[in-house]
């Protein structure tokens, strides 16, 4: 139905083999882009630079977006190496342990700053590192969650903070629309990822997801690379500004 032969693709966020951007890079890279892969650290590229290696990429470089330049070296090397960028997906949130499994309200100053810089602020730092290698369009991917909008019990701090997410996803797809530059959210159901394991009682989450969901089953990764790499697509081109929720339905029974 559609091909990205000849796109070329950052995936930021890769953590094993259970992250959802691994699941977008293997779509993406299965209707032929090239792929780019960052890893947070030495710790983490021990896993990531296998999967980097099955996907073929070969740009595989550190990103911590706390650390200062790392951003900047990572598309100046694409920028180097390609010229251009057809598509950006991150895949990145943190917010520390205690602000994560406390209240909303007492979260501390210093925390919820932290959490917002890392899941949302380096998205749009790196929308605007992307830009110019985009002069004929692009698509810029983020992935959010239903605790956005309603009250999901535990995920706590990350509410606020994916409800910025999606905020930014709508003004900066305005803002980039006449450019030809797409920006999405994918907003996918409780999925067993690395990160997710963070948050408290989360078995009991996907659990409970599972039984509300009309279909009575979650998405997966597969299911959320399919959509991502639809909408990197010349197909999906005149799409912006959305929050695609991927999980059987369970986002409408609430």
């Known amino acids: 139905m ?3 032969k000849g796109q070329k693709a950052l995936v930021v966020g ?30 983490a590229e021990r896993f990531v630079r296998p999967l980097a290696e099955e996907l073929e990429a070969e740009i595989v470089l550190p990103l911590n977006v706390s650390e200062p330049g790392q951003l900047e070296a990572v598309f100046d090397e694409i920028g180097a190496r390609w010229g251009t960028l057809d598509t950006l997906l991150h895949s990145i949130a943190f917010a520390p342990m205690d602000d ?4 909303v309200v007492d979260s501390s100053a210093e925390g919820f700053k932290l959490a917002m810089d890392v899941s949302v602020h380096s998205f749009l730092r790196m929308i605007r590192l992307a830009e110019p290698l985009m002069p004929d369009g692009g698509t810029c991917l983020t992935v959010s969650f239903s605790g956005s909008t309603r009250v999901v019990k535990n995920y706590n701090i990350m509410g606020p903070v994916k ?7 709508r003004y900066a797809a305005a803002e980039l629309g006449e450019q030809g530059i797409s920006v999405h959210a994918l907003s996918p159901g409780p999925l067993k990822t690395r990160a997710a394991s963070g948050i408290g009682h ?8 599972a039984e ?28 912006t500004g959305g929050v695609h929720e991927i999980d059987g339905g369970y986002s409408i029974t609430a």
């Not at 994560?100 to 209240?103: E, I, M, N």
């Open 202 to 209: 989360f078995d009991e989450l996907l659990m409970s997801a």
């Open 212 to 239: 509300r969901a009309p279909m009575h089953l979650l998405a997966d990764i597969e299911d959320v690379g399919a959509m991502a790499a639809f909408l990197a697509s010349r197909e999906a081109s005149h799409l």
């Open 163 to 169: 409800a910025a997410l999606e905020s930014a996803v």
């Open 100 to 103: 994560l499994h406390g209240r």
């Open 14 to 43: 890769i953590a094993n083999e259970h992250s959802i951007a691994w699941g977008c890079a293997r779509a993406m890279r299965a209707q032929g882009a090239e792929i780019a892969v960052t890893y947070l650290n030495d710790k």
């Open 2 to 4: 559609f091909s990205l």
